[in-house]
């Protein structure tokens, strides 16, 4: 079982930058994924970026590419997601979420994901 806990969210202005933090803990294989999603109020949890335990491939949503970088580090079990230019359409509770998952197709639909933290807010002021 793996546990996943989110800190770093906070309040900022639109422009702002908040850097993300996932700490995972239990056994996590080589080939599980752990990836940021986002729920805003009334609206489905979506995916924002992706990156698998080993190896350099990650993965973004359209809308965060070039604003946001997510990386992993193994050696203190943690993934980060830093979070630059800020909008208010970035607001959100944002969750990491891993699974035991092969196919990037996969990665997209929070319904593949196994384990999750309990989210860390986000808000953006204009």
């Known amino acids: 079982q793996v546990q996943l806990v989110e800190s770093g969210g906070a309040s900022v202005q639109a422009g702002g930058s908040l850097r993300l933090s996932c700490a995972v803990s239990g056994r996590i294989l080589s080939n599980y994924v752990v990836s940021w999603f986002r729920q805003a109020p009334g609206k489905d949890r979506e995916f924002v970026a992706a990156v698998r335990w080993t190896g350099t491939n990650t993965y973004y949503r359209n809308s965060v590419k070039g604003r946001f970088t997510i990386s992993r580090d193994n050696n203190n079990r943690s993934v980060h997601l830093q979070m630059d230019s800020l909008s208010p359409e970035d607001a959100a509770v944002y969750y990491c979420?891993?699974?035991?998952?092969?196919?990037?197709?996969?990665?997209?639909?929070?319904?593949?994901?196994?384990?999750w933290g309990q989210g860390t807010q986000v808000t953006v002021s204009s």
């Open positions: 979420g891993t699974a035991l998952l092969s196919r990037p197709e996969t990665f997209y639909s929070w319904k593949n994901y196994a384990s």
